[in-house]
């Protein structure tokens, strides 16, 4: 399995332009998160999907970002515009989730974006 | 809201000495996570606890789950410098589904 897959694994853009993350989540899988990490404020949740459907996205910022998951095998994270505190890694994470169910987060590799 | 505090932030260590974290909610969690993420690396997941005073070994490292299931640690014995790296726990909430709140982290240094 080729775990969790995330593109690009580095960016660098300028303020104001718009910024799309994506993720590819392991097959099967029917969970997903996006994380943000940041040396200020750790590993935060910004939003998760079941089902492809978002059910918390409490932790999202606010309206300059973004996330879609079309498909179960897709989903992206768009900033826009992006601002130089948006700098950080994010993080996508999938799981296989049932109710009552113990099952752990894999990651992917991250995607280091730098807002100039 | 819900938190899951960690301390310490930073530990720094001689090769051969121990380290423990420590996890504390304010919630009662169903169950806890603890990943382990390599400097420039993602988060991996190490292991579960779930039962009230549960504890799990793995080589040098061993797990507790308090009995108020609020609380949990992480101990190694005699650190290698394999271990560097930052250990986050992770409390999942009965009623949010696959949520999890880490922890901010313990970031570990070890000087051989």
């Known amino acids: 399995d080729a775990g969790v897959i995330q593109s690009p694994r580095h960016e660098v853009t300028e303020m104001g332009q718009e910024v799309t993350l994506r993720c590819k989540p392991i097959?099967?899988?029917?969970?997903l998160f996006w994380y943000r990490q940041t040396m200020m404020r750790g590993l935060e949740l910004l939003i998760y999907?079941?089902?492809?459907?978002?059910?918390?996205d409490s932790g999202m910022p606010e309206d300059r970002f973004s996330a879609k998951m079309p498909n179960a095998s897709f989903s992206t994270l768009k900033i826009q515009p992006s601002e130089p505190r948006d700098s950080a890694v994010y993080f996508c994470?999938?799981?296989?989730?049932?109710?009552?169910?113990?099952?752990?987060?894999?990651f992917g590799p991250g995607t280091r974006l730098l807002v100039l | 809201g819900q938190q899951v505090m960690q301390i310490p932030q930073y530990q720094h260590v001689q090769e051969g000495e121990d380290f423990t974290t420590y996890c504390n909610s304010s919630?009662?969690?169903?169950?806890i996570q603890w990943y382990k993420q390599r400097p420039g690396g993602h988060p991996v997941f190490l292991i579960q606890?779930?039962?009230?005073?549960e504890v799990k070994k793995q080589k040098r490292l061993t797990f507790q789950f308090g009995e108020a299931k609020k609380n949990s640690s992480l101990h190694i014995t005699a650190t290698q410098t394999t271990d560097v790296g930052t250990y986050f726990c992770?409390?999942?909430?009965?009623?949010?589904?696959?949520?999890?709140?880490f922890g901010q982290g313990t970031e570990l240094s070890v000087k051989p």
């Open positions: 994470a999938s799981s296989f989730f049932q109710a009552g169910g113990q099952e752990t987060q894999y």
């Open positions: 097959s099967g899988h029917n969970s």
């Open positions: 999907f079941n089902n492809n459907v978002p059910i918390d």
């Open positions: 919630t009662t969690l169903s169950n």
């Open positions: 606890l779930v039962k009230s005073g």
């Open positions: 992770a409390g999942r909430i009965g009623n949010q589904g696959g949520k999890l709140i």
